[in-house]
Protein backbone atom coordinates (compact mmCIF):
# COMPACT_ATOMS: atom_id res chain seq x y z
CA UNK A 1 0.00 0.00 0.00
CA UNK A 2 1.49 3.48 -1.21
CA UNK A 3 1.89 6.08 1.60
CA UNK A 4 -0.58 8.66 2.10
CA UNK A 5 1.20 12.29 3.06
CA UNK A 6 -1.07 15.33 4.13
CA UNK A 7 0.20 18.31 3.16
CA UNK A 8 -0.83 21.60 5.40
CA UNK A 9 1.19 24.47 4.15
CA UNK A 10 1.37 26.87 7.53
CA UNK A 11 -1.63 29.56 8.68
CA UNK A 12 -1.41 33.28 7.70
CA UNK A 13 1.63 34.62 9.49
CA UNK A 14 1.78 37.38 11.24
CA UNK A 15 4.61 39.44 9.47
CA UNK A 16 6.90 40.84 12.16
CA UNK A 17 9.94 42.96 9.77
CA UNK A 18 11.85 42.73 13.16
CA UNK A 19 12.04 39.00 13.16
CA UNK A 20 13.29 36.01 10.83
CA UNK A 21 10.53 34.75 9.10
CA UNK A 22 11.31 31.47 11.44
CA UNK A 23 9.94 32.82 14.48
CA UNK A 24 6.66 34.52 13.02
CA UNK A 25 3.54 33.70 14.90
CA UNK A 26 0.25 33.32 13.31
CA UNK A 27 -2.46 35.95 13.23
CA UNK A 28 -5.77 35.57 14.51
CA UNK A 29 -7.59 34.50 11.16
CA UNK A 30 -4.62 32.06 10.88
CA UNK A 31 -4.89 30.09 14.15
CA UNK A 32 -8.65 30.18 13.28
CA UNK A 33 -8.17 28.52 9.85
CA UNK A 34 -5.49 26.09 11.59
CA UNK A 35 -8.38 25.15 14.11
CA UNK A 36 -10.58 24.37 11.20
CA UNK A 37 -8.11 21.30 10.01
CA UNK A 38 -9.27 19.85 13.44
CA UNK A 39 -12.54 17.74 11.40
CA UNK A 40 -10.49 17.02 7.89
CA UNK A 41 -6.97 16.11 9.18
CA UNK A 42 -7.06 11.62 9.60
CA UNK A 43 -7.22 11.40 13.01
CA UNK A 44 -4.51 7.79 12.75
CA UNK A 45 -1.41 9.46 10.85
CA UNK A 46 1.96 10.34 12.15
CA UNK A 47 2.03 14.07 12.21
CA UNK A 48 5.12 16.04 11.99
CA UNK A 49 5.83 20.08 11.24
CA UNK A 50 8.89 22.26 10.31
CA UNK A 51 10.47 23.38 13.12
CA UNK A 52 9.08 27.01 12.42
CA UNK A 53 6.72 28.63 14.66
CA UNK A 54 4.45 29.33 12.40
CA UNK A 55 4.08 25.45 10.97
CA UNK A 56 4.01 24.42 14.74
CA UNK A 57 1.27 26.72 15.72
CA UNK A 58 -0.65 25.88 12.96
CA UNK A 59 -0.27 22.19 14.16
CA UNK A 60 -0.97 22.69 17.54
CA UNK A 61 -4.22 24.59 16.39
CA UNK A 62 -5.09 21.85 14.33
CA UNK A 63 -4.89 18.74 16.36
CA UNK A 64 -4.19 17.23 20.00
CA UNK A 65 -1.65 14.84 19.12
CA UNK A 66 1.64 15.00 19.87
CA UNK A 67 4.04 15.51 16.82
CA UNK A 68 7.57 15.35 15.45
CA UNK A 69 9.42 18.80 14.94
CA UNK A 70 12.01 18.07 12.14
CA UNK A 71 13.81 21.13 10.07
CA UNK A 72 14.04 19.19 7.00
CA UNK A 73 10.17 20.39 6.55
CA UNK A 74 11.50 23.83 7.38
CA UNK A 75 11.14 26.54 4.64
CA UNK A 76 13.76 27.17 1.47
CA UNK A 77 17.01 27.70 3.47
CA UNK A 78 18.24 31.12 2.06
CA UNK A 79 20.18 34.60 3.89
CA UNK A 80 18.19 37.36 4.85
CA UNK A 81 15.11 37.78 2.56
CA UNK A 82 14.02 41.65 2.79
CA UNK A 83 10.58 42.11 3.34
CA UNK A 84 9.29 44.25 0.22
CA UNK A 85 6.17 44.35 -2.41
CA UNK A 86 7.97 42.03 -5.25
CA UNK A 87 8.63 39.23 -2.41
CA UNK A 88 6.60 37.08 -4.33
CA UNK A 89 8.13 37.52 -7.85
CA UNK A 90 11.36 36.17 -6.11
CA UNK A 91 9.41 32.98 -4.69
CA UNK A 92 8.10 32.77 -7.94
CA UNK A 93 11.13 32.69 -9.77
CA UNK A 94 13.00 30.40 -7.25
CA UNK A 95 10.06 27.82 -7.47
CA UNK A 96 10.29 27.78 -11.65
CA UNK A 97 14.07 27.78 -11.38
CA UNK A 98 14.71 30.63 -12.60
CA UNK A 99 17.43 31.00 -9.75
CA UNK A 100 19.26 34.98 -10.50
CA UNK A 101 21.66 37.37 -8.35
CA UNK A 102 17.97 37.78 -5.92
CA UNK A 103 18.85 34.26 -5.17
CA UNK A 104 22.13 34.02 -3.71
CA UNK A 105 22.77 31.69 -1.14
CA UNK A 106 19.43 30.31 -1.55
CA UNK A 107 19.41 26.77 -0.97
CA UNK A 108 18.48 24.97 -5.19
CA UNK A 109 14.85 23.59 -5.47
CA UNK A 110 16.13 20.32 -6.03
CA UNK A 111 18.33 20.46 -2.77
CA UNK A 112 15.03 21.73 -1.19
CA UNK A 113 12.95 18.82 -2.69
CA UNK A 114 15.78 15.86 -1.43
CA UNK A 115 15.71 17.35 2.05
CA UNK A 116 12.23 17.48 2.46
CA UNK A 117 12.32 13.64 0.74
CA UNK A 118 15.04 12.99 3.47
CA UNK A 119 12.35 14.22 5.97
CA UNK A 120 9.50 12.25 4.66
CA UNK A 121 11.10 8.90 4.43
CA UNK A 122 12.27 9.18 8.26
CA UNK A 123 8.77 8.97 9.46
CA UNK A 124 7.20 5.69 10.23
CA UNK A 125 3.33 5.55 9.34
CA UNK A 126 1.08 4.72 6.38
CA UNK A 127 -0.17 8.06 6.70
CA UNK A 128 1.56 11.33 7.41
CA UNK A 129 0.41 14.72 8.46
CA UNK A 130 3.48 17.71 7.43
CA UNK A 131 2.99 21.38 8.51
CA UNK A 132 5.42 22.86 6.18
CA UNK A 133 5.52 25.84 3.61
CA UNK A 134 5.02 26.64 0.35
CA UNK A 135 7.89 27.13 -1.65
CA UNK A 136 9.75 23.79 -0.01
CA UNK A 137 6.25 21.59 -0.38
CA UNK A 138 6.26 22.88 -4.34
CA UNK A 139 9.80 22.36 -4.68
CA UNK A 140 9.24 18.45 -3.36
CA UNK A 141 5.96 18.14 -5.63
CA UNK A 142 7.71 18.87 -8.41
CA UNK A 143 10.81 16.42 -7.98
CA UNK A 144 8.60 13.22 -6.83
CA UNK A 145 6.70 10.85 -8.87
CA UNK A 146 3.19 10.53 -8.18
CA UNK A 147 2.24 7.63 -10.33
Same mark, same amino acid.
Given at each position: ?43 ? =?? +? @? #?????? &???? $??? /? %? ?49 ? =?? +? @? #?????? &???? $??? /? %? ?15
Amino acid at each position: MPRRVVLVRHAAPQVDPTRAPADWGLTNDGVVAAAQLRKQLPRQ =AT +F @A #ASDERK &AIST $LRA /A %TDVEFIVDARFGEVRRSVEPISDDFRVVRRAWVRGALDASHKDWETPPEAA =AR +F @A #AGLDSL &AGDV $LVV /A %THGMVLTAWLVQVDLR
